[in-house]
């Protein structure tokens, strides 16, 4: 219950600080849309398998949408897209990367994310290489829409999204499956003996972890109207992952809470420290694994539990 | 045909002789530490950046080799000892996603540090390369440096390594520490020796392997980047803590690699992740690696 009051908390802030300053609606819509990446990632580290390579299904949605362009209209029918052909991808990729743990999960994710990396660099006739795609920009839900109102309309949309498939996740990981996913972290062959089989499992939140980058890759494409190869690089794969555990992997809240600071620390680091904006991000990020284990979330919860006991 | 053939293969050799150094490092912290070094392409990019800088101080080409060694030398008993001393000794017990983590964080730091240090201008310092000339092979003429230095360097260093771990008492402690950490503590091991002195051999392999490599490239912003991802395909592809295995994984890799270069060049980087997913769809402990028993 207090985590409900939380999101629709975070949700209201999110509206009045894009409200307030107009040039977050566009730093927070990129970072809902990390944040729904990173919904998908953190349910693979439920199952304590890291993904070093879910740049490729963010990018798969991004180029979706950026090659369906031409073709289509409406920025709702494009996200679609974006989420269907990351989830093609995923379930040609998963099911071989779903046989393997740890270590070899995490490289087989990055070796695939390279091979689509320089594929995207290299077809220069197809992607254009690095100058990448510019996106014209669509209609929303058959509105033709400038300036102001476009990046409200994408931000509700990501907000919109953010919020059902946090709820729905939510809900997949209270279900047999979504619970089994923390057995194939501590136990895995216990898992076999019960019957259930633990590549199933774990290929099934795989499927949706790139559905969910899909989604936020063909977000990111609308927001920002231009897609780039460096969508699929490997570093943009450890910002995922770093995002995850910067939020913390224990409420579907985590990871958008992640996400926004993330993005906020990123602008204004980038602003005031433009050679050094990846180490304060790097010292941030071994603060909170040094310090809080649990990530944002878990601070969160400490603050509601000391709370709690007063009230 | 012959002539390409013959220059594909000599590009082969001299790359997978850098790839080896930096690969094997890896290889060998994870074996022991069980940390895969996201921040090892750092210590090679670091170790290119001190090289050239020597080089430049040095003046004269013939110190410039004297340069390469002290480059190595000094970023792996200075980085070597601080990052697992200061960092990794304080993640031992916790989850493997974090401890990747802390690297992938270091990696971060360390690839501003490089930007704040040297700036983001291309260097170019080929001293060493002009010092050893050129040699003639089969009708095509190929700078010393890369034809038998770096081969030769990368083979002395896997020669003294499996001596090292092979014959000394630091290294038969390392391989014990490697197969069981509790055994090893029980008998005597001081295994927080291990984890220092093997972390400061790696750290310095990798920094070798930069300073080799700095002078037939311009080093820029992001060399150790494309460094790490490569290395960490031959890791895999031949079997976490695998040595002799990864000498031939980065020369089956350099070569595939340097064929991909001048007969598919839009292959060339996606080449050894094709090859690593193969090798790994048909032995998943990859082409070394023997499978681990399930401890249930």
Same mark, same amino acid.
């Given at each position: 219950?207090?985590?409900?009051?939380?999101?629709?908390?975070?949700?209201?802030?999110?509206?009045?600080?894009?409200?307030?300053?107009?040039?977050?609606r566009f730093?927070?819509t990129i970072?809902l849309s990390t944040?729904l990446a990173?919904?998908?990632?953190?349910?693979?580290?439920?199952?304590?398998?890291?993904?070093?390579?879910?740049a490729?299904y963010v990018a798969a949605g991004a180029y979706t949408v950026a090659f369906l362009r031409p073709h289509s209209g409406e920025a709702l029918f494009l996200v679609l897209a974006g989420a269907v052909v990351a989830?093609?991808?995923?379930?040609?990729?998963?099911?071989?990367?779903?046989?393997?743990?740890?270590?070899?999960?995490?490289?087989?994710?990055?070796?695939?994310?390279?091979?689509?990396?320089?594929?995207l660099e290299?077809l220069y006739?197809l992607t254009r290489g690095t100058d990448g795609i510019r996106v014209a920009r669509p209609e929303v839900a058959g509105l033709a829409l400038e300036g102001?109102a476009y990046e409200?309309a994408l931000l509700?949309l990501a907000?919109?999204l953010?919020?059902?498939?946090?709820?729905?996740?939510?809900?997949?990981?209270?279900?047999?499956?979504?619970?089994?996913?923390?057995?194939?972290?501590?136990?895995?062959?216990?898992?076999?003996?019960?019957?259930?089989?633990?590549?199933?499992?774990?290929?099934?939140?795989?499927?949706?972890?790139?559905?969910?980058a899909g989604v936020g890759g063909a977000i990111a494409a609308l927001a920002t109207l231009h897609v780039t190869p460096l969508l699929a690089?490997?570093?943009h794969?450890?910002?995922?992952?770093?995002?995850?555990?910067?939020?913390?992997?224990?409420?579907?809240?985590?990871?958008?809470?992640?996400?926004?600071?993330?993005?906020?620390?990123?602008?204004?680091?980038?602003?005031?420290?433009?050679?050094?904006?990846?180490?304060?991000?790097?010292?941030?990020?071994?603060?909170?694994?040094?310090?809080?284990?649990?990530?944002?979330?878990?601070?969160?919860?400490?603050?509601?539990?000391?709370?709690?006991?007063?009230? | 045909?012959?002539? #390409?053939? &013959? +220059? $594909?293969?000599?590009?082969?050799?001299?790359?997978? =002789?850098? %790839? *080896?150094?930096? /690969?094997?490092?890896?290889?060998?912290?994870?074996?022991?530490?069980?940390?895969?070094?996201?921040?090892?392409?750092?210590?090679?990019?670091?170790?290119?950046?001190?090289?050239?800088?020597?080089?430049?101080?040095?003046?004269?080409?013939? #110190?410039? &080799? +004297? $340069?390469?060694?002290?480059?190595?030398?000094?970023? =792996?008993? %200075? *980085?070597?000892? /601080?990052?697992?001393?200061?960092?990794?000794?304080?993640?031992?017990?916790?989850?493997?996603?974090?401890?990747?983590?802390?690297?992938?964080?270091?990696?971060?730091?360390?690839?501003?540090?490089?930007?704040?240090?040297?700036?983001?201008?291309?260097?170019?310092?080929?001293?060493?390369?002009?010092?050893?000339?050129?040699?003639?092979?089969?009708?095509?003429?190929?700078?010393?440096?890369?034809?038998?230095?770096?081969?030769?360097?990368?083979?002395?260093?896997?020669?003294?390594?499996?001596?090292?771990?092979?014959?000394?008492?630091?290294?038969?402690?390392?391989?014990?520490?490697?197969?069981?950490?509790?055994?090893?503590?029980?008998?005597?091991?001081?295994?927080?020796?291990?984890?220092?002195?093997?972390?400061?051999?790696?750290?310095?392999?990798?920094?070798?392997?930069?300073?080799?490599?700095?002078?037939?490239?311009?080093?820029?912003?992001?060399?150790?980047?494309?460094?790490?991802?490569?290395?960490?395909?031959?890791?895999?592809?031949?079997?976490?803590?695998?040595?002799?295995?990864?000498?031939?994984?980065?020369?089956?890799?350099?070569?595939?690699?340097?064929?991909?270069?001048?007969?598919?060049?839009?292959?060339?980087?996606?080449?050894?992740?094709?090859?690593?997913?193969?090798?790994?769809?048909?032995?998943?402990?990859?082409?070394?690696?023997?499978?681990?028993?399930?401890?249930?």
């Amino acid at each position: 219950m207090a985590h409900r009051l939380l999101v629709a908390a975070a949700a209201a802030l999110l509206l009045l600080l894009a409200t307030a300053q107009p040039w977050l609606r566009f730093v927070l819509t990129i970072a809902l849309s990390t944040g729904l990446a990173v919904l998908g990632i953190m349910m693979l580290l439920r199952a304590g398998q890291v993904s070093f390579g879910h740049a490729l299904y963010v990018a798969a949605g991004a180029y979706t949408v950026a090659f369906l362009r031409p073709h289509s209209g409406e920025a709702l029918f494009l996200v679609l897209a974006g989420a269907v052909v990351a989830t093609g991808i995923g379930l040609l990729v998963g099911l071989f990367v779903t046989r393997y743990r740890d270590i070899f999960f995490g490289m087989l994710n990055l070796a695939f994310s390279m091979v689509a990396w320089s594929l995207l660099e290299k077809l220069y006739a197809l992607t254009r290489g690095t100058d990448g795609i510019r996106v014209a920009r669509p209609e929303v839900a058959g509105l033709a829409l400038e300036g102001p109102a476009y990046e409200w309309a994408l931000l509700l949309l990501a907000l919109a999204l953010a919020l059902t498939s946090g709820g729905l996740v939510a809900r997949y990981l209270r279900t047999p499956a979504g619970e089994a996913l923390g057995a194939v972290k501590t136990r895995e062959t216990r898992l076999e003996f019960a019957g259930i089989s633990a590549r199933r499992v774990l290929l099934q939140a795989y499927l949706v972890s790139a559905f969910l980058a899909g989604v936020g890759g063909a977000i990111a494409a609308l927001a920002t109207l231009h897609v780039t190869p460096l969508l699929a690089y490997w570093t943009h794969s450890g910002e995922l992952v770093f995002v995850a555990i910067l939020g913390g992997t224990g409420h579907v809240l985590g990871p958008f809470l992640g996400a926004v600071v993330f993005e906020l620390v990123r602008v204004y680091a980038a602003a005031s420290f433009p050679d050094a904006w990846q180490m304060i991000l790097g010292l941030v990020l071994l603060g909170i694994i040094l310090a809080a284990t649990r990530g944002l979330v878990g601070l969160v919860d400490d603050l509601l539990a000391r709370f709690g006991r007063r009230a | 045909m012959g002539l #390409l053939l &013959l +220059l $594909a293969v000599l590009d082969g050799l001299a790359y997978a =002789g850098q %790839l *080896f150094m930096v /690969a094997v490092g890896l290889t060998l912290v994870f074996g022991v530490l069980k940390i895969l070094n996201v921040a090892h392409g750092s210590l090679f990019a670091i170790g290119a950046y001190v090289a050239a800088t020597l080089i430049g101080w040095f003046g004269a080409e013939e #110190l410039s &080799l +004297l $340069a390469l060694a002290i480059a190595a030398l000094a970023v =792996g008993a %200075l *980085f070597g000892p /601080a990052i697992e001393r200061g960092l990794l000794a304080r993640i031992y017990d916790k989850e493997h996603v974090l401890q990747l983590l802390v690297t992938f964080a270091l990696f971060m730091i360390l690839e501003d540090l490089q930007k704040l240090l040297w700036g983001v201008q291309p260097r170019f310092e080929d001293a060493p390369v002009r010092l050893l000339g050129q040699v003639e092979v089969g009708g095509i003429f190929y700078t010393a440096y890369q034809l038998l230095l770096l081969p030769g360097v990368a083979l002395v260093a896997l020669l003294l390594l499996v001596w090292f771990l092979r014959r000394t008492l630091l290294g038969r402690s390392i391989v014990a520490v490697t197969h069981d950490r509790e055994a090893a503590v029980a008998i005597g091991i001081d295994a927080r020796f291990v984890y220092l002195s093997t972390f400061t051999i790696g750290a310095g392999l990798a920094a070798l392997g930069g300073a080799l490599a700095a002078p037939t490239t311009s080093l820029v912003p992001g060399v150790g980047v494309q460094m790490i991802v490569l290395s960490f395909a031959v890791v895999a592809t031949a079997g976490l803590g695998q040595i002799e295995g990864a000498a031939v994984t980065a020369l089956l890799i350099g070569l595939a690699r340097s064929l991909a270069v001048y007969f598919a060049p839009e292959l060339e980087v996606v080449v050894p992740y094709l090859l690593m997913v193969a090798v790994l769809l048909v032995r998943p402990a990859g082409l070394f690696g023997r499978r681990e028993l399930r401890r249930v």
